[in-house]
């Protein structure tokens, strides 16, 4: 992992050719979600992870979950894509309750998780394949694979890629079947720091681009505030929304090291510091350590 | 697991060490081991034919052997004999691998049918396959058939094991990530999880055939009148111990080449790159 492409480290702003991709289509509208008095346990005799959450998250708005771990973000996370069943309450996606995995609304993991026996072409043709849209697969592939600036690496085998790269092929993957949402799960905490924020601004912007829907889970309130729109903040014990604030900065902003940025970054670290103190004060909570 | 059968590591390394010869090393060291095992059979065929007692079995050494060897490969006999026994190994394997697979995929899939199959399967796989002979003889209508299934009984275990540990070693994330693409069973079935423990499945049939093979020739011993069992039967009778010898030597070089395919279909199909497996 330690070893980074140059490709990974380019600023997306550098890269702009890619936003007038050729034959690049327009996803449709981003997904408008509802979720509604979302309850769970594991099991009955231990508490509530999650605590009657009800929110909205609006199309094209990208939205970070943020929480130390043990909130239950994750869980919430899995219940929006449709991978775990709430115990009580529901989750509804353009006016349909989700039931199971779909490839409309994608999650991506921490780790990418590519099928080593198959080229990147193959790993990022994948969904189109399980929803029996191989047709497509010979032009959307290219479309997809170019949106994430590795056009070049259509036939290499996916293990010889960096890690930055092979999330880059993940997040390709996740686009190629048109989702109208994308659910990330700490996808870049494996990354180096350089890498982890090029995907950061490069996500955000691509989401922004098709007007995906994009709800991030992340214990990091550097990677919040570069790529939210909106911040829940949850708190533990059990899992419940404690802040919803919006994060009010220009994409020229997001990139780090203004006044502005800061400023966000200092007000969102003491949201943070009230909401995990709030509900544990036993643990140490020092957030006194400077932003990345 | 498929390197126990060689002779490397330190074994090849102690006594005397060879010049160095970049990639032809290999193949020297190779022809090496050849080379000292003629020499010791032909020291051997040397004791046999200078003794008093043995001198009948002279026929044994070499220079005999490999001339009977080399007629028997001119007038066809080779073939007619190595013939019938790879179609039965074949059947063998292929009815092992048709049960021991999906058999494998299952208990390695439920934790369930894993432990409840554990005993009986580990009690089954340690009985000797010939054992089995006087079942499969009341069992099948030919002699054939009874040798086929004494292959397949000692075939499918190393199959079913290597796939069930294969399938057991596979990243959760991969499926997890196909349910997420939208994969249905199927999808899961031929393009996660048969792809990734194809190695584990060839390198399960590749023990298999070796076990399969040394299985055969005392399974040929039983009534069919066809086979390399049965050549070495014939020969033994006979008194032509050089069609004996030269009939080992072909089991052994079909063996050896059965091995060597088999593992070059596990490299092909090996998708692990630069780290060990």
């Not at chain 1, 929006?80 to 996606?93: C, D, F, Q, R």
């Not at chain 1, 969904?127 to 600036?149: H, M, Q």
Request: net charge neutral; charged share 20%; hydrophobic share 50%.
């Amino acid at each position: 992992m330690a070893v980074t492409k140059i490709k990974d480290q380019t600023p997306p702003h550098t890269t702009d050719a890619k936003q007038a991709a050729p034959g690049l289509t327009p996803a449709p509208n981003g997904a408008h979600v509802a979720v509604k008095g979302l309850s769970h346990s594991y099991r009955k005799a231990d508490g509530l992870v999650l605590d009657n959450m009800t929110f909205d998250i609006h199309p094209g708005e990208v939205i970070a979950l943020l929480g130390r771990s043990g909130c239950g973000k994750s869980t919430l996370l899995h219940m929006l894509a449709g991978l775990t069943h709430p115990s009580e309450g529901e989750v509804v996606i353009n006016g349909n309750v989700v039931e199971h995995p779909s490839p409309k609304w994608v999650m991506m993991f921490q780790a990418p998780s590519l099928y080593p026996w198959m080229t990147v072409a193959q790993n990022a043709g994948l969904g189109l394949k399980f929803t029996r849209r191989s047709y497509e697969i010979a032009k959307r592939v290219p479309e997809v694979l170019e949106l994430v600036d590795l056009a070049a690496f259509a036939d290499r085998n996916a293990q010889e890629l960096s890690g930055g790269q092979q999330q880059r092929v993940a997040l390709a993957r996740s686009l190629a079947p048109r989702p109208e949402m994308l659910l990330l799960d700490e996808p870049f905490s494996a990354l180096d720091a350089f890498t982890r924020r090029s995907l950061q601004q490069d996500v955000r912007k691509i989401a922004k681009d098709l007007g995906l829907t994009l709800v991030i889970v992340t214990h990091d309130v550097g990677e919040a505030v570069r790529m939210a729109d909106r911040v829940l903040v949850l708190r533990a014990n059990p899992g419940r929304i404690a802040e919803d604030t919006k994060i009010a900065l220009s994409d020229a902003e997001r990139s780090g090291g203004t006044e502005a940025f800061g400023r966000e970054h200092t007000r969102l670290m003491g949201l943070y510091a009230d909401v995990a103190e709030r509900s544990d004060p036993a643990v140490d909570n020092d957030f006194t350590r400077l932003p990345e | 697991m498929s390197d126990v059968t060689q002779l490397s590591g330190p074994m090849a390394r102690t006594g005397f060490s060879l010049p160095k010869l970049g990639r032809l090393r290999g193949l020297a060291n190779g022809l090496l081991g050849v080379g000292l095992l003629l020499m010791l059979w032909w020291i051997g065929g040397r004791i046999v034919e200078t003794s008093d007692d043995l001198f009948a079995f002279a026929d044994f050494a070499p220079a005999p052997t490999l001339t009977r060897l080399w007629a028997m490969l001119m007038d066809g006999e080779v073939v007619a004999m190595s013939g019938p026994s790879l179609r039965r190994v074949g059947l063998g394997l292929f009815y092992a691998t048709v049960i021991g697979v999906p058999v494998g995929i299952m208990i390695g899939r439920m934790k369930r049918l894993n432990e409840v199959a554990n005993v009986p399967f580990q009690f089954l796989r340690m009985i000797s396959p010939l054992s089995w002979m006087p079942i499969a003889v009341m069992a099948f209508a030919t002699w054939d058939g009874a040798i086929i299934f004494l292959i397949g009984m000692a075939a499918v275990w190393p199959i079913l094991f290597s796939t069930a540990g294969g399938v057991r070693r596979i990243d959760p994330a991969w499926l997890k990530v196909a349910r997420n693409l939208g994969a249905n069973p199927l999808h899961m079935l031929f393009s996660v999880i048969l792809p990734a423990i194809a190695v584990d499945v060839l390198s399960g049939i590749r023990l298999a055939l070796g076990v399969a093979w040394v299985v055969l020739v005392p399974a040929e011993y039983l009534g069919v009148t066809s086979g390399l069992g049965y050549a070495i039967n014939d020969a033994r009778d006979t008194l032509e111990y050089d069609r004996l010898a030269a009939t080992v030597v072909v089991i052994g070089i079909i063996g050896f080449a059965l091995d060597a395919l088999a593992g070059q279909l596990i490299k092909k199909f090996n998708w692990v790159r630069s780290e060990g497996h």
